[in-house]
């Protein structure tokens, strides 16, 4: 209703040469998705066909193409200079397009079109020779050397189909066949039309297939078959249409896949496929139309992920892919596509665009995604996307945990990692592409939730070489760390003890040093195994206190000194080993209270054992533990 508005407004100051070029403006709320009503329209469109008619009969249009804002760049539409018709014209048009619209008007059941009594033309006579179709101005446009540019029967009532002649029209630019009942086939012919710029023939009742000879329309600008009953596959020489601007195949029955050849149409304004049957993935091909602000592939059975290349359309304001079958993780490169669209969002208004729409009625800035298999969107949509429809598609909460994961692979010297160990071989981490996702490409000793959180990370004899970042805390839902049998040099970061999920930690055969941190005693670990580093230091008295629920504990082949802290007696570890220390003794209790205990040489501390009883653990050592060996 707003682009009838608009024309409206515009018809004060636009020029009957641009009649012809812009008619296709009150089609556009017609042909959107939004607007599957569009023909509540059809009303509006009879009144201003009234409104703008002179006392001569002449149809009047607008010259000037408004802008909303300066912002985005579009394509300026181009007026073509149209001759202004008398009724008393003699000269005729050639025999050949004459026999065309006498065909068409044959086909379509001519005699009752709507549109004639709109204007109060009487029914045309095609069997006397002289009369001229041109005089029927406001339909048929003709040029100053009578060849015919333009028809214009849209909301004509016209009931038939085309005539396979309309090919004959060979100086054709503008071709309004819409809403109307028209029916059969689009003729294959229709590629002849050389000259054609616009071409709307949607709200009919076409069957069949889009003719491959479509790609022949090299001169194409606007191409509209939504809202028929169009089967079969969209043709692959649609590429060959490098003029064109918009392109609205929706609300059809279409199949089979999108072509990759649609890359091609790099002046591509506006794409809709959306509510056919189309089976296929997204072609990636389609990041190549950079001049795209509208894309609509909603209410298709489209699979696969969603390509990343779609983030080079820096011009995209509209993106709806709901109710498909989309997987995988929407592509964090959207995300700097809709930010600098933040600040962007006018565009040019002329009349052809239904963009000028979504700016007063729909909206810019927008992402649909829900009705997908997809797994989750990264959190940066949330603060850059105006108008976002996720659905029940969860917020991807591991992109911290990713970044977890690449720091560990940058600090160990992650290319020469050794893929193949005791635990199997899997896939080698791959940071290069910022959506690829390690739980379903089973990255190398990841293993996953349902959900998609690392649980598991089994880096054990993998050769990494460098420190563990401190960033190992992001991976909040881990269970099971090992990385043992590897190169690791420096502290053992102390954020780990914050690991809350972590049943099992396992840091041997490496060359940690510093020392332990107090803080592992509150953690939820069962497992622990430090041994055979260069660790050194106390043990701190917080490990396996209550409320600990450490079972397992090798600090063994390290370098720590003084005593085993008495509170382990009270502990509920069972098994024990810190052999090969510099350590002075350890409390005779051990021996009663855990039940695998490896002390090797280190001798039992000669002071009196401690009477407290186990079911009620001091949180710190009695004086006579701490004064034990001394």
């Known amino acids: 209703m707003r682009s009838i508005l608009c024309l409206l407004l515009l018809s004060l100051t636009l020029s009957d040469a641009q009649q012809f070029n812009l008619r296709n403006s009150s089609v556009t709320n017609l042909s959107h998705d939004h607007n599957r009503a569009g023909l509540k329209e059809t009303k509006s469109i009879e009144s201003m066909r009234a409104a703008n ?76 020779p002289n009369a001229n179709p041109c005089h029927l101005s406001l339909i048929f446009h003709c040029s100053s050397d009578y060849h015919v540019i333009g028809v214009d029967l849209y909301y004509g009532d016209l009931k038939g189909s085309i005539p396979s002649t309309i090919g004959q029209l060979s100086f ?41 000879t479509i790609g022949q329309l090299s001169s194409l600008r606007n191409f509209w078959l939504s809202n028929n009953q ?34 091609q149409l790099t002046s591509l304004y506006e794409l809709y496929l959306n509510d056919n049957q189309l089976i296929s993935t997204i072609p990636s091909s389609i990041g190549q ?28 304001q509209y993106l709806d892919l709901n109710d498909n079958q989309l997987t995988g993780v ?66 991807c909460s591991y992109s911290l945990e990713r970044q977890a994961l690449q720091d560990l692979y940058d600090s160990t010297d992650g290319p020469n990692w050794s893929i193949s160990n005791f635990f199997g071989t899997g896939i080698r981490w ?58 690791l040099i420096g502290s053992i970061p102390s954020s780990i003890s914050s690991l809350s999920n972590l049943l099992e930690l396992q840091l041997s055969y490496n060359q940690l040093n510093g020392t332990i941190p107090s803080s592992f005693g509150a953690s939820s670990l069962w497992y622990l195994d430090l041994s055979n580093n260069q660790l050194i230091g106390a043990i701190p008295t917080t490990i396996g206190q209550a409320p600990s629920a450490l079972r397992w504990l090798d600090l063994s082949s390290n370098q720590l000194t003084g005593v085993i802290p008495v509170s382990y007696c009270f502990s509920l570890v069972t098994s024990f080993r810190f052999h090969n220390n510099q350590l002075r003794c350890y409390p005779e209790c051990l021996l009663l209270q855990v039940f695998d205990l490896n002390a090797g040489s280190t001798l039992v501390c000669a002071s009196e054992q401690p009477t407290a009883e186990p079911t009620a653990p001091s949180l710190q050592p009695t004086a006579q533990a701490n004064n034990m060996g001394e």
Request: glycine share 6%; hydrophobic share 35%; with cysteine.
């Open 230 to 263: 169009l089967i079969g596959s969209i043709p692959s020489t649609i590429g060959q249409l490098s003029s064109l601007y918009y392109l609205n195949l929706n609300i059809n029955l279409l199949i089979g896949s999108i072509p990759s050849t649609i890359g």
């Open 330 to 395: 929407v592509p964090s490169s959207l995300c700097q596509l809709f930010q600098t669209n933040m600040n962007n969002q006018g565009n040019q208004c002329y009349p052809e665009s239904s963009l000028c729409q979504y700016q007063t009625i729909y909206q810019t800035n927008m992402l649909n995604i829900e009705g997908n298999l997809l797994q989750c969107y990264h959190d940066c949509f949330l603060s850059r996307v105006l108008h976002l429809y996720t659905g029940s598609i969860p917020v």
């Open 53 to 128: 008619t002179n006392e001569d009969g002449v149809f009047r249009l607008p010259t000037v193409v408004p802008t909303c804002s300066p912002s985005t760049a579009a394509p300026t539409v181009e007026p073509t200079a149209l001759p202004t018709f008398s009724p008393s014209s003699n000269n005729n048009i050639p025999p050949l397009e004459r026999q065309a619209l006498q065909d068409l008007y044959n086909s379509t059941d001519g005699p009752i079109w709507s549109i004639l009594d709109l204007y109060n033309f009487t029914a045309f006579d095609f069997s006397n």
């Open 289 to 316: 139309l950079s001049s795209l602000g509208g894309l609509d592939l909603s209410k298709n059975q489209l699979i696969g992920t969603i390509p990343s290349s779609i983030g080079q359309l820096s011009s995209l």
């Open 172 to 212: 054709l630019e503008g071709l309004y066949l819409h809403v109307n009942r028209l029916t059969g086939t689009i003729p294959s012919t229709i590629g002849q039309l050389s000259s054609l710029r616009y071409l709307y023939l949607s709200y009919n009742q076409f069957i069949g297939s889009i003719p491959s």
């Open 430 to 487: 791959d940071f290069s592409n910022p959506d690829a996702n390690p739980c379903i490409e089973e990255w190398h000793g990841v293993r996953c939730s349902l959900d998609y959180h690392v649980i598991e990370l089994i880096l054990h004899g993998s050769n990494l070489r460098g420190t563990i970042p401190s960033t190992i805390v992001q991976l909040s839902y881990i269970q099971i760390l090992h990385l043992g049998n590897n190169q």
